[in-house]
């Protein structure tokens, strides 16, 4: 509902009347056939095509900050195991844009610049910090 809330611009008890009518992306309310979300009686055919143009718009402003977050990594980043561009795209975002810089964190920041759970936090700083003893 954050997400709606921050993305569509709409208040929380619409963003609310989404996830309980089953809603639960950006991708769902943007390629969802039409008329399914007309037929959840929640918001009128006028108010869903603004949303889902909402919606596109928002997924193509993520999908170009992913892109340019994506060209600022070092390609140290990018290369280590267990990365993904996602989590890349997220850790420059924070100001992580090498392998060194990733082996600088602990797990507790690391959890929290990326979301990523504790075990996949170790692994990941211990790949970066074996580049070191490798250079």
Known sequence: SVEFMRELDMDEEAARALIDSG???LEELAYVPEQEIIDLGVFDADTVVELRD???RA???QALKREENLRQADASLLELEGMDSDLASKLVSEG???ADD???LDVEELMQKSGVDEERAKAL????RARWTQQ
């Not at 700083?125 to 970066?128: C, G, L």
Request: glycine fraction near 6%; aromatic fraction near 6%; proline fraction near 0%.
């Open 125 to 128: 700083i211990m790949t970066a």
């Open 54 to 56: 909402r919606a596109r």
């Open 102 to 104: 990733l082996g600088d």
């Open 23 to 25: 809603i639960y992306t």
């Open 59 to 61: 997924l193509l402003s």
């Open 96 to 98: 992580v844009k090498s």
